[in-house]
């Protein structure tokens, strides 16, 4: 499965499928209503295919929910529904239900095996109508779903899901196991003494991003003035986050190149946020994770994760002896056993090197062989 992403070209005919994705809101706020109401009245959940059909009764009363195919209500119910049972089974580790949406931030619906027809070049049938979009790559594949998603600034994109890619096998074959820390000051810290550091992109444009929400914040509300402002200000965080995800996909890269196994330990996310809040979010050690997984799979390398409660920096590479206590403004300590110096970073990425290649099962490094000869 890949998932390939194009821009709609700007055209007046645009506003058939805004006001698509609108109705795709209404229709999604409404599910979550009778929802709520049902669980009040009987105290369960509702079942997804009663309220499919439920829906489509009600659909064929109202014509503007028909601008709406009846795949993507059916698309809408099933992701409500998703959402209620991941809700039901993780619901002490924090997560929430599905809450209602303002319709104007809705995102997008999605269409599967119909609505939707390409024409062949960079022309697609939505509906009744044809839209032209970037073709930036071709679309090869049998496409399994087309997903019309609106962004902040109002701007629409095609996400196309397509199977049956025959891609050639990128071979890289180093040998070499690697383990890296995360770090506030440092991004990575590397097993093999090399460091990486992060551009910090939201910090770099932080005076840009406090004069852009001030202009907005004193804007008349509902004048066009804010709302000027408002896509200002929108235009500047999109900058950062492309910016970061491009330096982001240029590290995969290089990291996958220069080694065939890659350690690192898992992270408390949630926690760390709590505890350094813009700092971890500028940093984004989990979107950067995504996308090293997807390069490494790509590539066929390993990713290994070891378990969050290893106490890899108050471990002494050298000799194994483990620190009671060490506080978090302490960059070095001397182990009491072995008598060697040990920076926290440094001392982190090698044990978690060591860890990570001991943990590798034997499956996990014939399936690599494997792939490598292939």
């Not at 950067?288 to 997807?294: A, K, T, V």
């Not at 590479?317 to 926290?344: F, M, T």
Request: glycine letters at 6%; aromatic letters at 10%; proline letters at 2%.
């Amino acid at each position: 499965m890949k998932t390939l992403k194009f821009k709609l070209y700007q055209h007046k005919r645009n506003r058939f499928l805004k006001r698509s994705i609108n109705a795709a809101g209404v229709i999604y706020n409404r599910c979550i209503a009778i929802h709520k109401r049902y669980y009040r009245m009987f105290g369960k959940h509702l079942n997804c295919a009663r309220l499919q059909a439920h829906i489509a009764k009600v659909r064929k009363r109202n014509p503007f929910w028909q601008l709406v195919g009846s795949q993507a209500v059916q698309d809408i119910c099933q992701r409500i529904d998703k959402a209620y049972q991941l809700f039901f089974k993780h619901n002490k580790k924090g997560v929430r239900p599905p809450n209602f949406q303002k319709v104007r931030k809705y995102k997008s619906f999605t269409l599967k095996q119909a609505g939707y027809k390409f024409l062949g070049g960079n022309r697609v049938k939505i509906g009744s109508r044809v839209y032209q979009f970037c073709q930036s790559r071709e679309i090869e594949g049998t496409v399994k779903t087309l997903t019309i998603k609106r962004t902040p600034l109002g701007e629409l994109f095609l996400v196309v899901v397509v199977d049956n890619i025959n891609q050639p096998v990128i071979k890289f074959e180093t040998s070499i196991i690697a383990g890296f820390d995360f770090g506030l000051k440092t991004f990575l810290t590397s097993s093999d003494g090399s460091k990486i550091e992060s551009p910090e992109f939201f910090r770099q444009s932080l005076n840009a991003i406090k004069l852009a929400n001030s202009q907005h914040s004193k804007k008349s509300k509902g004048s066009s003035n804010r709302e000027r402002a408002r896509k200002h200000l929108i235009r500047k965080h999109e900058d950062i986050c492309n910016r970061r995800s491009d330096w982001f996909w240029k590290l995969a890269h290089e990291l996958t190149d220069r080694f065939d196994v890659l350690c690192f330990e898992t992270l408390n996310l949630k926690g760390m946020h709590r505890l350094w809040g813009r700092k971890i979010s500028d940093l984004a050690f989990g979107e950067f994770l995504q996308i090293l997984e997807w390069v490494a799979k790509k590539k066929i390398k390993l990713v290994v994760f070891i378990d969050q409660w290893y106490t890899s920096s108050k471990t002494c590479n050298h000799c194994g002896y483990i620190l009671k206590e060490l506080d978090l403004s302490a960059r070095e300590w001397r182990c009491p056993s072995c008598q060697s110096v040990n920076g926290r970073d440094d001392n982190a990425a090698k044990n978690i090197c060591a860890v990570g290649a001991s943990t590798v099962g034997l499956d996990d490094v014939r399936r690599y062989e494997t792939a490598i000869v292939v």
